[in-house]
Structures are given as C-alpha cells and as structure tokens.
C-alpha cells in the first residue's frame, strides 16, 4: 500500500513538472512570438510613423503609452476592415516578401560597409 502510494506520488509528481515545463516552453514561444510581431511593426515603418523608437517604454511614459494606445487603434480598425478578397491577400504576400528581401538586402548591405 505505502509503495502503491508513493509510486502514485511520483507519477503525479513528473505529470505536474511536465505540465510546468510545458507552460514554460508555451511562455517562451508567446513571447518569442511577439517579438517577432513587434519586428514586423519595425520593418513595416508603422513604428516610425507613429514616432514609436527602440528602447522606449510604451506602458510607463505617458506620451510613448499614447503613440501604442494610437497604434493600436490603428491596428485595429485595420483589423476590422480587412479585404475577405483573397486577391487582396495575394497582393499584401509580394509586398510583405519584397520588404524582407529588402530589408535582408540593406541589413547585409550595412554589414559590407
């Protein structure tokens, strides 16, 4: 009975430290995710249009959390009028290659000179 109980523990054990390092792992890739998102942001020139720049703290500065409270919006109602045109899709996958090739292009451009 003891054995029984003290296998029982050690399964319940390694199933809560799975779950635990899953979680972990589920964190790292949803944060990994959206630093990737906010790297879009920066090669797409949307930060730049917002007067958004790295290394700003967009919850604690009043005016930097004001240019994320308009983005957002901006976001948003793109979001919101999105073409359900998949023609129109089409056309925003050439833009969003040709922007990272560019961006490829001059990163490598910069690291020549």
């Known amino acids: ?3 029984a109980l003290a296998i029982t523990n050690k399964q319940l054990s390694f ?3 799975k779950k635990v390092l899953f979680s972990k792992s589920q964190r790292k890739a ?6 990737q998102l906010g790297g879009l942001l920066i090669k ?3 930060a730049n249009e917002f007067s958004i720049h790295a ?3 967009l919850q604690l500065d009043q005016g930097e959390r004001e240019k994320a409270t308009l983005l957002l919006g901006a976001l948003i ?5 999105l073409p359900p045109h998949p023609s129109q899709k089409e056309e925003w996958v050439i833009l969003g290659r040709a922007a990272f090739v560019d961006h ?3 990163a490598k451009e910069k690291r020549n000179t």
Not at 30 to 35: A, L, M, S
Not at 77 to 81: A, L, R, V, Y
């Open 104 to 106: 490829f292009l001059s």
């Open 1 to 3: 009975m003891t054995q």
């Open 30 to 35: 949803e944060v990994r995710t959206k630093i």
């Open 15 to 17: 199933q809560t430290s």
């Open 77 to 81: 109602e793109m979001q919101k009028n």
């Open 55 to 57: 290394g700003v703290d």
């Open 44 to 46: 797409s020139g949307l």
